[in-house]
């Protein structure tokens, strides 16, 4: 632990870093979203501009307009090509920032010890962000893909509406969607999600991969590497069933395990406990899904007088909502503490929540690991796997 008596521990100094690490994330995916939030509007103008002459009436017509739709999408790829290259610059630079950030916590949390670490080599970490494979594929690819995926996507709904003889408004909503649903409902959308789950993994892949690098430099101190999932109901069945565990610098599996991956490696320093605490969330929902749920608990409280609050009325009835909320779900709990060992002491409801009914009642009464769900390479077991590997457990469970 740090030298100085009430200064944070080494971990609490990484799980802080990481919080501020995904903090910096989310601005950057901000911005990226609201380039593409651009690029689909040009495409919305660019579609009603070629309808400016009328609906098409004839094959030459049609041909006029796939010709103004290829020239869009033309268009919206390059751009998307150089957004691409912003998310991938975003994920260096979030690589270098988390060397710096996690090798000040080794210096601070392990002063006691009086050890030299060795600081990080930037040619290794970019390295690795750029070639270390996620999925059989390093994240350069998988960012190179997007914009073909796109353009395919949309040239496919744009012909499918010529073919079907949308009208403007159809043919707009086929593509972008309908502002009453966000333009979530349209063909653009799934770029946007895409673009959302790569740019959180790019970001996990860059942070653990500047932690590997600097565990490698320093491989003489430190023991081992701790897997560390997230406390809550959102993290995966392999990633619940690897918090804890321990592996020798540079061996094992290395997050991100998957796409949207949260998890992370920390340092296990010989002579530094476990001191600190990491924080946990009682909820399976998105914290967007879960803002939702705050308004409406806020108006169904409200009743009638909902409609007759002022704006500053109505914010402090959802943030009072959200308090009690907090007060219930949201804590922290030892540094010790391994998902296995904070999912058991969860609620029945909360377990079958995150495991489902039949593997909520083998963890609890059958007596299952979290590791026992999952196989080595990651892959969840159906229930018929489950019953067939472990009948004693299964009949524990179910009689």
Same mark, same amino acid.
Not at 223 to 233: A, M, N, P
Not at 281 to 288: D, F, G, H, L
């Given at each position: 632990?740090?030298?100085?008596?009430?200064?944070?521990?080494?971990?609490?100094?990484?799980?802080?870093?990481?919080?501020?690490?995904?903090?910096?994330?989310?601005?950057? #995916?901000?911005?990226?979203?609201?380039?593409?939030?651009?690029?689909?509007?040009?495409?919305?103008?660019?579609?009603?501009?070629?309808?400016?002459?009328?609906?098409?009436?004839?094959?030459?017509?049609?041909?006029?307009?796939?010709? @103004?739709?290829?020239?869009?999408?033309?268009?919206?790829?390059?751009?998307?090509? /150089? #957004?691409?290259?912003? @998310?991938?610059?975003?994920?260096?630079?979030?690589?270098?920032?988390?060397?710096?950030?996690?090798?000040?916590?080794?210096?601070?949390?392990?002063?006691?010890?009086?050890?030299? %670490?060795?600081?990080?080599?930037?040619?290794?970490?970019?390295?690795?962000?750029?070639?270390?494979?996620?999925?059989?594929?390093?994240?350069?690819?998988?960012?190179?893909?997007?914009?073909?995926?796109?353009?395919?996507?949309?040239?496919?709904?744009?012909?499918?509406?010529?073919?079907?003889?949308?009208?403007?408004?159809?043919?707009? /909503?086929?593509?972008?969607?309908?502002?009453?649903?966000?333009?979530?409902?349209?063909?653009?959308?799934?770029?946007?999600?895409?673009?959302?789950? #790569?740019?959180?993994?790019?970001?996990?892949?860059?942070?653990?991969?500047?932690?590997?690098?600097? =565990?490698?430099?320093?491989?003489?101190?430190?023991?081992?590497?701790?897997?560390?999932?997230?406390?809550?109901?959102?993290?995966?069945?392999?990633?619940?069933?690897?918090?804890?565990?321990?592996?020798?610098?540079?061996?094992?599996? /290395?997050?991100?395990?998957?796409?949207?991956?949260?998890?992370?490696?920390?340092?296990?320093?010989?002579?530094?406990?476990? %001191?600190?605490?990491?924080? =946990?969330?009682?909820?399976?929902?998105?914290?967007?899904?879960?803002?939702?749920?705050?308004?409406?608990?806020?108006?169904?409280?409200?009743?009638?007088?909902?409609?007759?609050?002022?704006?500053?009325?109505?914010?402090?009835?959802?943030?009072?909502?959200?308090?009690?909320?907090?007060?219930?779900?949201?804590?922290?709990?030892?540094?010790?503490?391994?998902?296995?060992?904070?999912?058991?002491?969860?609620?029945?409801? =909360?377990?079958?929540?995150? #495991?489902?009914?039949?593997?909520?009642?083998? %963890?609890?009464?059958?007596?299952?690991?979290?590791?026992? %769900?999952?196989?080595?390479?990651?892959?969840?077991?159906?229930?018929?796997?489950?019953?067939?590997?472990?009948?004693?457990?299964?009949?524990?469970?179910?009689?």
């Amino acid at each position: 632990m740090s030298g100085t008596t009430g200064s944070p521990s080494y971990f609490d100094l990484s799980l802080r870093h990481e919080v501020d690490l995904r903090r910096a994330t989310e601005g950057q #995916l901000r911005d990226l979203l609201r380039s593409l939030d651009d690029l689909d509007l040009d495409l919305e103008q660019r579609i009603r501009s070629a309808y400016a002459r009328g609906l098409p009436g004839n094959r030459s017509e049609v041909r006029r307009l796939r010709g @103004l739709m290829d020239a869009a999408l033309q268009q919206r790829e390059a751009a998307l090509r /150089r #957004l691409g290259g912003d @998310l991938l610059s975003g994920s260096r630079d979030v690589a270098g920032l988390s060397a710096q950030l996690e090798f000040d916590a080794l210096v601070d949390g392990a002063a006691g010890l009086g050890a030299e %670490f060795a600081p990080v080599n930037t040619a290794r970490v970019l390295l690795l962000v750029d070639q270390a494979p996620l999925q059989g594929k390093p994240m350069s690819e998988w960012v190179g893909d997007l914009p073909g995926a796109d353009r395919s996507r949309l040239g496919a709904a744009l012909t499918a509406g010529l073919v079907a003889g949308d009208t403007l408004e159809q043919l707009v /909503r086929r593509v972008r969607g309908t502002p009453s649903a966000s333009y979530a409902d349209g063909a653009a959308a799934v770029t946007h999600r895409a673009v959302e789950t #790569l740019s959180r993994t790019a970001s996990n892949h860059a942070g653990n991969s500047a932690r590997e690098a600097l =565990f490698a430099e320093n491989s003489d101190i430190i023991k081992s590497e701790r897997w560390v999932s997230t406390l809550d109901g959102r993290t995966s069945a392999f990633c619940r069933a690897q918090d804890g565990k321990e592996y020798p610098v540079g061996v094992g599996p /290395r997050p991100p395990a998957h796409f949207n991956c949260r998890s992370i490696m920390v340092a296990v320093i010989e002579g530094v406990g476990d %001191f600190g605490e990491r924080p =946990f969330v009682r909820s399976a929902e998105t914290p967007q899904d879960r803002n939702a749920g705050f308004l409406d608990e806020a108006r169904r409280e409200a009743g009638s007088s909902w409609a007759d609050m002022s704006p500053n009325e109505r914010r402090r009835a959802i943030a009072a909502v959200r308090r009690r909320w907090n007060q219930e779900n949201v804590g922290r709990v030892p540094a010790s503490t391994t998902y296995q060992d904070w999912l058991s002491k969860q609620p029945a409801s =909360f377990q079958d929540d995150v #495991l489902g009914a039949k593997r909520g009642a083998l %963890f609890r009464r059958g007596g299952l690991r979290l590791d026992q %769900f999952v196989v080595p390479s990651g892959k969840t077991l159906t229930l018929e796997q489950l019953r067939q590997r472990y009948p004693s457990a299964w009949s524990r469970a179910f009689g």
